[in-house]
């Protein structure tokens, strides 16, 4: 009897029908996989469609202010502002546009 045990494996040579075929099927898989998720992330923001960040109830309200969109959680114990990547850069370069904006963003909770 043999105490040493054998192990064989067998690889498919490149440019081979089985390769090809691994390949073809990782790169569905690889699509498959992408496509869910990108469904997932956008059927996540259908659900949480102004919903505060912060407290978490549906409750933003946008301000528009020139080319600028502010949204602003209205909920009484909240009040956070949401702004969307490059939004702050936009409004501090315009000082008139930060002055506007701040009189809209006040004007909601008075």
Not at 11 to 30: H, L, N, P, T, V
Not at 60 to 75: E, F, P, S, T, W
Request: proline content about 1%.
């Amino acid at each position: 009897m043999y105490k040493d045990r054998v192990s064989v494996k067998i690889e498919s040579k490149a440019g081979s029908e089985e390769a090809y075929f691994k390949e073809q099927e990782q790169k569905q898989i690889k699509k498959l996989r992408e496509t869910a998720s990108k469904e997932s992330n956008e059927k996540y923001r259908d659900e949480h469609k102004y919903h505060c960040f912060r407290c978490g109830t549906r409750s933003l309200a946008q301000v528009d202010k020139g080319d600028i969109k502010i949204d602003i959680c209205v909920n009484e114990d909240c009040g956070a502002v949401h702004l969307d990547p490059g939004e702050l850069e936009d409004i501090l370069k315009n000082e008139k546009v930060v002055l506007g904006i701040r009189k809209s963003i006040f004007s909601v909770f008075t």
